[in-house]
């Protein structure tokens, strides 16, 4: 390159940097301050007549008991649920006795009139109970909101051939609600 060559783009570079260097720039910021990030909640309640301990006396071989009530209530702070309840033989006077005891569960939604003519969602042995929000062929929803409440009346028999052996036989169980996020492809974390 000549020297004249080499001079001019030398110039021109040192104009570009000139020019660059004294220029004026507006400029503008703003902040968001304070964002909180809380991990939500699953917390479901049991209410209704039967939420506390029920004492069942005096069953007689095929005779059904009074319903019973149980509402699965989603507190307004937890996240939609899915939710299943089952049984849980705690203890039985007389072995086989807790294999005698049928139920029939019925369910609705909450005002609903007239519980004997719900939806049954399970017929049979108490030892079986299991209601499964996700499939029960579409009587329950697959997920329960937040605020909303799933009503269900359970009754319960001393099996029709129940004998003699069995009189005055006892048996305890818990009821067990599990709740879990509608995503959740199981039941725990």
Not at 63 to 74: D, L, R
Not at 179 to 187: D, H, L, V
Request: charged share 10%.
């Amino acid at each position: 390159m000549t020297k004249i060559t080499k001079s001019l783009v030398m110039i021109a570079l040192v104009a570009v940097l000139a020019i660059g260097a004294t220029g004026a720039y507006f400029t503008d910021q703003e902040t968001v301050a304070g964002n909180t990030f809380t991990a939500g909640q699953v917390d479901i309640d049991i209410r209704g007549a039967c939420s506390t301990p029920q004492n069942f006396t005096n069953m007689a071989p095929g005779v059904w008991t009074a319903p019973c009530h149980y509402e699965i209530y989603n507190l307004a702070n937890s996240l939609p649920v899915k939710y299943r309840f089952y049984d849980s033989k705690v203890s039985e006077s007389v072995a086989g006795y807790y294999n005698k005891l049928n139920v029939i569960v019925r369910h609705t939604h909450a005002g609903t009139a007239n519980p004997g003519s719900w939806p049954i969602v399970y017929q049979g042995q108490l030892k079986n109970l299991l209601v499964d929000s996700t499939t029960t062929s579409g009587i329950i929803s697959t997920s329960l909101g937040t605020n909303i409440t799933h009503v269900y009346y359970m009754e319960f028999q001393l099996d029709p051939s129940t004998g003699n052996a069995y009189q005055a036989a006892t048996a305890t169980a818990d009821f067990i609600f599990d709740a879990t996020q509608t995503n959740n492809p199981g039941w725990s974390q």
